[in-house]
């Protein structure tokens, strides 16, 4: 690992008696400090545990003999949420009505003063449902082009604040865009 070098000192002495002193030079050999390194290197590399990636968990509908039965939700349970352009919030509850009468607004959080909030919405709803809240109540999420990914985010964790269990992001239908623009066009 470590040589100590000795030269030779050549003879020449400085009177009777006295000899010149030797001069030692030392030399570190580092090839096994390098060695070491690499050892610990691919010892950590070994032993450290990758960050798993982290998924959500998704539950599939049970298969049913017909078609028409597999995305079949009980009027009874369903809310059906809009999104639209400037943070506006829109929702109706079971089927969308002919004249739209069963359409309305809201706003993100709880209800301030006039405003209905959409978290109130939901709890009112889990409410009527009662008991059966966990097993008939499903929430249909539907951004239209002009709503913002903020929006959607804020939607999906208003349904983790208030505990729904079944929930869906599915494309808005064109006759709910079209009544979700023309709400939009009466409120600035």
Do not use: W
Not at 100 to 126: H, L, M, P
Not at 163 to 184: C, F, H, R, T, W
């Amino acid at each position: 690992m470590a040589d100590i070098e000795s030269g030779g000192g050549g003879g020449h002495k400085k009177g009777p008696g006295v000899k010149k002193s030797k001069k030692l030079s030392t030399r570190v050999d580092l090839t096994p400090m390098v060695d070491l390194g690499f050892l610990l290197i691919t010892f950590f590399i070994f032993t450290t545990t990758m960050s798993s990636p982290t998924a959500m968990k998704l539950n599939m509908p049970d298969d049913t003999a017909k078609d028409d039965e597999k995305n079949k939700a009980k009027e009874s349970g369903a809310l059906t949420i809009l999104l639209g352009k400037n943070d506006q919030v829109f929702y109706y509850e079971g089927k969308l009505a002919e004249d739209g009468s069963n359409f309305k607004r809201a706003i993100f959080g709880r209800t301030q003063g006039e405003k209905t909030g959409i978290r109130d919405v939901i709890i009112d709803k889990k409410k009527k449902l009662g008991e059966n809240a966990d097993k008939d109540m499903v929430v249909v999420i539907k951004p239209n082009d002009e709503s913002t990914f903020k929006n959607t985010v804020d939607i999906l964790d208003e349904m983790t604040i208030n505990g729904v269990k079944k929930y869906a992001l599915v494309k808005i239908s064109d006759p709910e865009n079209q009544v979700v623009k023309i709400s939009e066009q009466g409120v600035k």
